[in-house]
């Protein structure tokens, strides 16, 4: 199977299961700081947009990286879209997405109980456990620290120069950060001998199933 077989999840507003994430930026004083993106925080959801938006969209420069998506918004993100990709060569991108485009979505627009404006979703090293986070992407110099809450607060490091098309484990317990990045998914369960041998999983996730 090869990398352009690895399609982005493509979005499902159908779906309103949601896997909460965040992107931060190192801070001496909390460890990191960041916002929340409520949708879509799997590794193989986040990193191709990540990675090929560093590379491509913002000329490699982390903090520019930085300032739009945690400085520039308002509340926090409902789901980061192909709009990350721009710059990027067509090629990769129909790799990346099959095609498909969906624009990314913040929460600027949320409607309280009392009709208050919406507070900012900051999260911190400190309060990131008690917000139930699930997955954090912290954008480091070297690369983007992948953070599986479900497993520890701490992550491997997956470094800029990554090819955006690899096809990174989604599990939670894949990530430790006593062991490199996970870049390939998980093995299925081997069947019993007497079933018919199943044709090659195509990578992604139906738009119906992807939250």
């Known amino acids: 199977m090869t990398a352009a077989e690895h399609p982005l999840p493509l979005p499902a507003a159908e779906n309103a299961l949601s896997t909460r994430s965040f992107i931060a930026r190192p ?81 600027d627009h949320l409607v309280t109980p009392d009709g208050s404006p919406p507070v900012r979703m900051t999260v911190t090293e400190a309060t990131a456990d008690e917000l139930d986070m699930q997955w954090g992407y912290v954008l480091h110099k070297e690369g983007i620290e992948v953070i599986s809450f479900l497993h520890e607060a701490l992550g491997p490091v997956v470094s800029w120069s990554t090819d955006p098309r690899t096809a990174f484990n989604a599990h939670p317990a894949a990530w430790s950060s006593l062991g490199p990045a996970p870049t390939v998914r998980a093995s299925r369960a081997r069947k019993p001998q007497s079933a018919p041998a199943a044709a090659p999983a195509k990578a992604g996730v139906p738009r119906a199933a992807r939250r």
């Open 27 to 107: 801070n001496v004083d909390t460890g990191y700081t960041g916002i929340h993106v409520q949708l879509d925080g799997v590794p193989s959801h986040h990193l191709p947009l990540l990675l090929t938006a560093y590379q491509y969209k913002f000329g490699r420069n982390v903090e520019a990286m930085c300032r739009h998506l945690i400085d520039d918004v308002a509340v926090g993100w409902d789901e980061l879209g192909t709009d990350l990709l721009d710059n990027a060569p067509p090629a990769l991108v129909a790799a990346l997405t099959g095609g498909e485009h969906w624009p990314s979505r913040t929460l």
